[in-house]
């Protein structure tokens, strides 16, 4: 198994650009995560998938953020424009329906860096 | 609502010597409870788990953590720590009444073993 696969692994954009995230969930797991890591805030959870559904987007700062799932096995985060604010590091996780529902496996991150 | 709440953000401690990392919840109903390990420029990682049955689960790389009901801890423990568990460690929480639901992370805990 390939685990959960995210591209990039490191971004360096200047700000004002769009920047976009990828993430591949491992195969046959249903539900995505999506969550941004700094030292000031720790670890956040931004947004949620269940089988390609958004369930709670309550943590996406604002409208320039925006998360997508057009299929079981593809998801991207777009920042549309970016800001210095945004540089963190962006992990992707993703659990699947049996087994361990419980237990979410994590993707290697993004480190984003907007100049 | 469910927190975390991980008491110490870093733990300095010196190579074979036994170790405890401190969480507690809060929820006013049944959690599922969790840790997990992040190495430097990784992903997080499943430690253990705490779902039902015994109260006392031992999960990877030595490690051991308690459910306490009545303290609402689940502090982890190690009893002999090497130069290779250093790491954050970070608490979770999670309802277990719903598949979709996510899981709440606490702050982090900085374990620096040293030689």
């Known amino acids: 198994d390939a685990g959960v696969i995210q591209s990039p692994r490191h971004e360096v954009t200047e700000m004002g650009q769009e920047v976009t995230l990828r993430c591949k969930p491992i195969?046959?797991?249903?539900?995505l995560f999506w969550y941004r890591q700094t030292m000031m805030r720790g670890l956040e959870l931004l947004i949620y998938?269940?089988?390609?559904?958004?369930?709670?987007d309550s943590g996406m700062p604002e409208d320039r953020f925006s998360a997508k799932m057009p299929n079981a096995s593809f998801s991207t985060l777009k920042i549309q424009p970016s800001e210095p604010r945004d540089s963190a590091v962006y992990f992707c996780?993703?659990?699947?329906?049996?087994?361990?529902?419980?237990?979410?496996?994590f993707g290697p991150g993004t480190r984003l860096t907007v100049t | 609502a469910q927190s975390v709440t991980q008491l110490d953000s870093q733990v300095p401690v010196f190579e074979e010597a036994p170790v405890e990392l401190r969480c507690n919840y809060s929820?006013?109903?049944?959690?599922?409870l969790f840790w997990y390990v992040q190495y430097p420029n990784q992903g997080l990682q499943l430690l253990l788990k705490?779902?039902?049955?015994?109260?006392l689960v031992k999960g990877i790389n030595g490690f051991e953590a308690e459910f306490n009901k009545s303290q609402t801890s689940f502090h982890l423990r190690k009893p002999s720590v090497h130069i290779s568990d250093t790491a954050e460690y970070f608490c979770?929480?999670?309802?277990?009444?719903?598949?979709?639901?996510?899981?709440?992370f606490g702050t982090g805990t900085r374990l620096q073993v040293f030689p």
């Open positions: 996780a993703s659990r699947g329906a049996s087994g361990s529902p419980y237990e979410q496996y």
């Open positions: 195969s046959g797991h249903n539900s």
């Open positions: 998938f269940n089988n390609n559904v958004p369930i709670d």
């Open positions: 929820s006013s109903v049944s959690v599922y």
């Open positions: 705490y779902l039902s049955g015994s109260t």
């Open positions: 979770a929480v999670s309802r277990p009444s719903t598949r979709t639901d996510k899981l709440i």
